[in-house]
Every structure is written in C-alpha cells, then in structure tokens.
C-alpha cells in the first residue's frame, strides 16, 4: 500500500481535545459564572429583572468579559497546544510523524479553535435555555453576544499562536504577547510626553491615535455599548465596534497564516531560544533597548529630575541620560537572553554605541527642532476656529482676521523661547507669577493643533509678551468676534433687560434690582451694549487685573431675557463701558469696580440673591 504524508490527524486532534481539557474546563467554568448564572440571579430580582437591563448586560459582558477572557485564553490555548516547539526532544518526535508541518499545524491550531468555539456555543445555549425558561427570551442579544466573543476569540488566539512562533519557550512567549497587546499604546503616549519636554508649547495629552495597534486598548477604548437608563429602564443598547471586530478577527487570520510561514522555515534546533527566528533578533535587540529608553528611561527621569527645574525648562540633556541608561539595560538584557549567556558585552557593545548615536541624533533634533514642530503654526486659511484657553475666561474666535492678528502673538511666543527657558531655568522663578495660555485651532480638515505654553509675568521673561496677549484679545474685532452671540440678538426678541447691583449705602451691600422692558429694553441693548462691544469697550477680558484698568469689572452685571423666560445672556461691564455704564448712572446705579477678579459679582450676587429669596419660601 503506498504511504500518505497526511495534512490533517484525527488522532492528535482528539489526544489534543484528552489532553488539554482542564483549559476549556477553565473557559467554560468562567463563562458560567459570568454569564448564565448572572442571567439566573438577574431574571430573579424584582429591580434587575426587565430584559433591557438584561440586554444591557449582555452585551457589555460581551465586550468587557469577552476581550480578557479571550486575551488570557488565546494565550494559554497557543501556549499549551504548540508546547512541543519549547523542547527540543519534543519538537524532534513531532516532526518524525507522518504528518506534513502544515498538518501538525492545522491539527494543532484547530484543536484550540473548536474548543473555543463549541465552549461559546454551550454557553449560548445555556443563557438562551435559561433565558426561555423564565419567559423573557432576547435571541438577538445572545447571538450578538456569540458573534462577539467568537470574532475576539478568532484574532487573539491567531495572534497568540503567530507569537508562539516567533518565540522559542514559554516565558518569551507572555513577554512579546503581553508586550505586544499593548505597547504601541503606550510607546505613543511615552514619546508624547518627552516630545513635550524637547519641543516648546508641544502639549502631552492622554489621548491616541494608534489604539489600533494596541488590540485591547482599541476594542475598549475606541468601541462601546451604545445604552443608557433614562431612570426607568436601559433603552436598547447597541455594539458601535463591528467594523473593527471584524477587521481583527481577518487580522487573526492572517496571523495564523504568517505563523504557519514561520513554522515552514523554523528550525528545531529554536526551541528553548528566547527568539525563535535568527533574523529577528537583531530587531528585537534595539526593539527591546528603545523600550528601555522609553519605559525605563521616563522613570529614571521622573525620580531624578521631576522637581528640577530642568522638569520644566525643556532641557534635553538630563533625558537623554537616563534614556540612554534606560536603553543600555533594555539592550543588553536582551542580548544575554538571545544568547544565554552574561558574557555578551564584547561583541555587542558596538551595536549599542551605534543605537546611542541614533538616540542622541534624535532627541537633539527635536531639542533644535529640527522637524519644526515648535515653529508650526497653521495657515489662516486652514483655521477654522481658534480657542484661547488659560486667561481670566476661554475664548473663541472664528473671524479669519482676528486669528491672523493673534497668530501674531503665537510667533511672539515661539520667537520668546529662549529668554522664558533662561527665566524657568533660574532658582527665583515664583509660581504665583506663572500664566498658562493654550492655543488650541480646529482646522477645517477636522483636526485639532494645541500647543501650551508657561509664560511668566516677569520683566525679561514673558511680560512684554502676556501683555501684547492682553491687547490683542481687546481689539475692537476681537471682542466683537468674541460677543458675536449678543451682536446678533433681535431687539424684538427679548423680552426685558434685568441690572443688578450693589447697594453700597447698605448694610452688607444688599443686591437690589431694576428691569428695562419694552422700547427703554430695546434702546438699552442697541445704543448701549452692542454700541460699546462694537467699539471694543464691553466685553473685555484680563491676564491681569488691575482695578485701574479699562479691563477691571463693575460689581453688577447685566441679565438680557429673551420671550419666554427661560434663556438668558449675561454681560459684565467693564470699566471701558461707557455708553452701557452712561445709561446705568441716568437710572440712579452707581457701580463700583470689583477690588479681585475673583470677586466678580455675579456667581456672588447671584448666590445672595437666591438667598434672599429663599426667605420668602421661593
């Protein structure tokens, strides 16, 4: 009879199945917990037991449960089935069967898949028996939820096994899939942070954009389960990342197909190697010294030097340091690991210097901005909107020209840098003379660019520049821009005009209170209030407050009603107001000017008037 080198054992698959079955007992024991008895405990409970709420559940166990379990026991299946490749006696009896490597592959690689599977479909059928049984049925729910969690399964357990070929024991194995889950990530968010340190105004945020690299972050993160309880039941709730799911699920796929590549050109002489594959190791090695930089690097630094002043005055020196020292064991460890031994500093250390020329190359160019990432400022044309966060208010500003003049005071900023650093490096910096201003354009791509700066109210650091910031927020366009909302109010749509004051001749200042309606309503907002937000006098802001400047307060402020009661714009007259403050005197209100900005009156006024009203029982 002539002899077949089969692609497919029957006999190894079910040995599989025999042999490994305390992992799916895990999985399923697991499941039941998480899913069918919840369900038991719910549908008994008076309050939980309306099938939104259940639904809710559902899916929200699909997403949360459903990515760890099977981030965990992808790991575990491809661990436990290709085990055979970690030793070499083992790898060498597999490889003498009669079973070509993409049969032991696809034996061994099915085995997990079908167990995976058929564990889900159990607990499918479980959750659908109990659910019937109680009478409130959600087949829907549950077959999102099987869809859910076998797609989770598909890409992890692919990915897990393309590890599995990569590595050549156990412990390599968890340390590049654990690493690998969620580094991009992470790495992204590190380099944000020291970028904020080399590049002046670059702001570290917590927010990123490679999630999809980092498969757990992006399926918790960037995906959710759409339902909220609008105080008597959970509305129907509804999966937003099937896109995604299904892109990873195709991505697990091609993973097992590359891992079945590895498997054809891998040698068995690999096992017990920490990187199974000889040409990826050199990869792994500088791979392995940057997370080190990185990782390690940003921790040495936040011991070492996190309350300097170096923490604040972008000086690239003591972070390529510790980067350098972070990067120094990241490589070496690696090296011992790759070649099992201690003794590796000789013939290695020549790699290392060149990884350290690369690494200080690229940390002083972003230090000398190199890439003119400190020096970008959009073009007007592209700029939608310009927010200015950090003085005495947000502002906001959508006129081409307004943000034209305070890019201006963008590149005086920018143009600023080395007398700011000079100051934030010295040791008589004080805090209570620090600003922070924010940039933040929204371009009409749909994209954000912010950048933030320290400034310092000091005479040789920023105050020069805080105080072109302060003129140019004050220009006439500027806060017409700013107070376009009350410029564009119909006169006939309000329906009365409320000033409120102090009465300074009073005990404790009572707030007292006098409405314009009709024409005197009218008059008042269009000769008076727009006239001086027109010509720039009301609507003010401050960096500083000086109570002899045209930008300080009044301590009143004004309440502009429209039909109907219910909205309202508030205006605070500046001392610049005059028209506004004219009108205010005719009528008998003599205001005075707030001593603190944060005795502005109005959260105060508002807040003793609500006071006194509660005497009278409203």
Not at 74 to 103: D, K, M, Q
Not at 374 to 387: F, G, K, Q
Request: with cysteine; glycine share 6%; aromatic share 16%.
């Amino acid at each position: 009879m002539k002899s077949v080198t089969s692609c497919f054992n029957k006999a190894l698959f079910i040995k599989n199945i025999k042999r490994f079955w305390p992992v799916w007992a895990l999985y399923n024991i697991a499941w039941v917990i998480g899913m069918p008895l919840v369900i038991v405990s719910q549908l008994s409970s008076s309050f939980f037991g309306n099938a939104s709420y259940i639904n809710n559940y559902i899916m929200n166990n699909a997403l949360y449960m459903g990515v760890i379990m099977n981030a965990i026991f992808g790991f575990v299946s491809a661990l436990t089935l290709f085990s055979y490749l970690y030793n070499a006696r083992s790898a060498g009896a597999f490889h003498t069967l009669p079973i070509r490597r993409e049969g032991l592959f696809l034996t061994c690689f099915l085995s997990g898949l079908c167990w995976l599977f058929i564990s889900n479909l159990f607990i499918f059928a479980l959750s659908a028996g109990i659910e019937l049984l109680y009478g409130s049925l959600s087949i829907g729910y549950l077959l999102q939820w099987l869809a859910m969690v076998c797609l989770q399964g598909l890409f992890f357990y692919g990915f897990a096994v393309f590890c599995a070929f990569l590595t050549g024991h156990g412990f390599a194995l968890l340390v590049i899939y654990g690493i690998l889950n969620f580094i991009v990530a992470i790495v992204e968010l590190i380099i944000r942070f020291c970028a904020s340190l080399f590049c002046y105004g670059l702001t570290s945020v917590s927010s990123t954009t490679l999630d999809v690299l980092s498969p757990i972050v992006m399926l918790f993160k960037n995906t959710s389960i759409e339902g909220y309880y609008d105080g008597s039941r959970y509305l129907d709730p509804v999966y937003t990342g099937w896109t995604t799911l299904l892109i990873y699920a195709a991505a697990g796929l091609v993973f097992t197909a590359l891992a079945l590549l590895l498997y054809r050109r891998r040698h068995s002489e690999s096992a017990s190697e920490f990187i199974a594959v000889p040409t990826l190791r050199p990869f792994f090695q500088y791979f392995f010294a940057f997370i080190g930089s990185l990782v390690l690097g940003i921790l040495f630094y936040s011991v070492i030097f996190g309350f300097s002043s170096y923490d604040e005055s972008g000086s690239a020196w003591p972070m390529l340091s510790c980067m350098i020292v972070g990067g120094f064991l990241g490589y070496f460890i690696t090296a011992m690991l790759l070649r099992k031994s201690f003794r590796v500093f000789k013939k290695t250390t020549p790699g290392f210097l060149v990884y350290v020329v690369a690494l200080a190359a690229l940390v002083m160019a972003m230090e000398l901005d190199v890439f003119k990432v400190e020096r970008y400022i959009p073009d007007v044309n592209s700029v939608e909107t310009l927010r200015i966060y950090g003085s005495s208010e947000t502002l906001f500003f959508d006129d081409p020209e307004v943000i034209e003049e305070l890019m201006l005071a963008h590149k005086a900023i920018i143009e600023n840098k080395p007398a700011n650093e000079k100051y934030a490096r010295s040791g008589s910096r004080i805090y209570s003379d620090m600003f922070h201003i924010d940039y933040r354009y929204s371009l009409k791509n749909g994209k954000t660019i912010s950048r933030r700066y320290d400034l310092y109210n000091v005479p040789g650091a920023d105050k020069d520049i805080l105080l072109m910031l302060e003129e140019r927020f004050n220009t006439p366009g500027a806060v017409s821009d700013r107070m376009s909302d009350i410029l564009e109010i119909d006169e006939n749509s309000i329906s009365s005009v409320g000033i409120y004051y102090l009465d300074h001749e009073t005990p404790e200042a009572k707030v007292n209170e006098e409405y314009l309606t009709g024409s005197d309503a009218r008059e008042f907002l269009q000769d008076c209030i727009k006239a001086d937000i027109r010509a720039g006098k009301l609507g003010r802001t401050f960096i500083f407050y000086d109570m002899g400047s045209e930008n300080a307060l009044y301590d009143c402020f004004i309440k502009i009603n429209f039909a109907g009661g219910v909205d309202y714009i508030t205006v605070l007259p500046n001392l610049s107001s005059e028209k506004t403050i004219s009108y205010l005197k005719k009528m008998g209100i003599e205001p005075a000017v707030a001593e603190y900005p944060d005795r502005v009156p109005y959260m105060d006024m508002e807040y003793r008037m609500d006071m006194e009203y509660s005497k009278y029982g409203y």
